[in-house]
């Protein structure tokens, strides 16, 4: 089957649903609405191979999908499949960093100097100005270390791109200048994230995957969620195959280098009903004391291309439907993947996955309007 015949087989699937709660159950799940059906179908138009979404509530999982989760076999999306929750990782940092400051180890209105002295230094920038709340909050006025050209070659796994994560830190700062006084705007940065994950590597003499693994990962049983290992470049099994363009065609992408995973910024690997309860339990207030959620929740503007986006927090976005609920979370994309979900007010969360991620504003649009849809659901 060619890629043509099998991605013309994922716009005719049929929408798939299940349910579980407390694991598997042979509890039928409330059929799907017409509008959210014409919602999934809709991003399948947008080339999208498969779409999955899940919602979590009362400690019971909703599974619906539609499309595949191989393009090459047709085979549907897994309820459990692995994905790489990208961006989503900057929560689990986030909340990393604020245990660390209710345990007296890190400040977050300290200079990122006094944790990791010369890396933030030369070429315009001064890590004496730029403190642990910037770079949680993506205020600190550093450019993207991912270059194009070196993501490009990770697609496909064409070759073996190490991943050294200060040296990666360095090399940026060297060769970009800063965009911005630290604290004057929001500028989206991985590489503030990836000067998070060695704060927190220096502070606690481990490493960021054990830290999210002891902290975060294990005391919430997250069974499927994982960091990485170095050189780890696919994904455990199950998993959702993940696509992007390459030289014009759609290409399985699923298996990456260490520098298309990245690090603190973007590396974990889970599942849509892991991430749900790691939300559910971070608003519920399991994971930080209420003054250092509040100091989480505090949110600074921001003008990014998210739909619905209100606000910036320390590693936590806040968002309003189209219905005018309000939602906590955050949102991620890397090569093959595209994540976004949160928690309303109620305590219920959705996580929307697709595996190709197309750059534009019309699927971006299409991606929150399915996710609202979602969330408002009564």
């Known amino acids: 089957m060619n890629p043509r015949q099998s991605f013309v087989l994922a716009i005719a699937a049929a929408l798939l649903t299940t349910t579980a709660a407390c694991g598997r159950s042979d509890e039928p799940a409330p059929a799907p609405s017409a509008e959210f059906t014409q919602a999934m179908d809709s991003l399948l138009r947008q080339q999208i191979p498969g779409v999955q979404v899940v919602s979590t509530a009362d400690g019971k999982d909703t599974f619906h999908a539609a499309g595949v989760g191989n393009v090459e076999t047709g085979a549907p999306i897994a309820e459990d499949a692995h994905i790489r929750i990208a961006s989503n990782t900057k929560s689990f940092v986030a909340t ?166 990245g690090g603190a910024d973007g590396a974990l690997v889970s599942t849509g009903a892991d991430l749900n309860k790691f939300f559910i339990a971070l608003l519920g207030g399991r994971l930080l004391t209420p003054p250092l959620l509040a100091e989480m929740k505090s949110t600074v503007p921001a003008d990014l291309p998210l739909p619905g986006l209100r606000g910036v927090g320390l590693g936590l976005f806040r968002y309003q439907t189209s219905c005018g609920s309000e939602f906590w979370g955050h949102s991620g994309g890397a090569p093959g993947f595209g994540t976004v979900g949160g928690v309303i007010p109620d305590g219920r969360a959705v996580t929307l996955t697709v595996n190709f991620l197309p750059p534009s504003e019309q699927v971006l649009t299409a991606i929150g309007a399915a996710r609202d849809i979602a969330l408002c659901a009564k």
């Open 96 to 261: 990393v960093v604020l245990q660390l400051v209710a345990e007296g180890k890190v400040g977050l209105d300290v200079p990122v100097e006094r944790y990791l002295p010369g890396v933030v230094a030369g070429n315009g920038y001064d890590g004496n100005r730029i403190t642990v709340r910037n770079l949680l909050q993506h205020t600190a006025g550093l450019p993207n270390y991912i270059d194009p050209e070196k993501m490009a070659k990770s697609l496909g796994n064409r070759y073996r791109q190490p991943f050294d994560t200060e040296q990666v830190v360095r090399e940026t700062l060297r060769e970009k200048a800063p965009l911005g006084a630290p604290g004057a705007k929001v500028e989206y940065s991985n590489t503030g994230y990836l000067l998070a994950g060695l704060v927190v590597e220096r502070v606690t003499g481990r490493s960021i995957g054990t830290e999210l693994s002891k902290r975060i990962i294990e005391p919430l049983g997250l069974a499927s969620t994982y960091y990485p290992a170095p050189g780890e470049s696919t994904l455990r099994a199950p998993h959702l195959h993940g696509y992007d363009m390459v030289d014009g065609k759609l290409t399985d992408v699923t298996e990456l280098d260490d520098y298309g995973i």
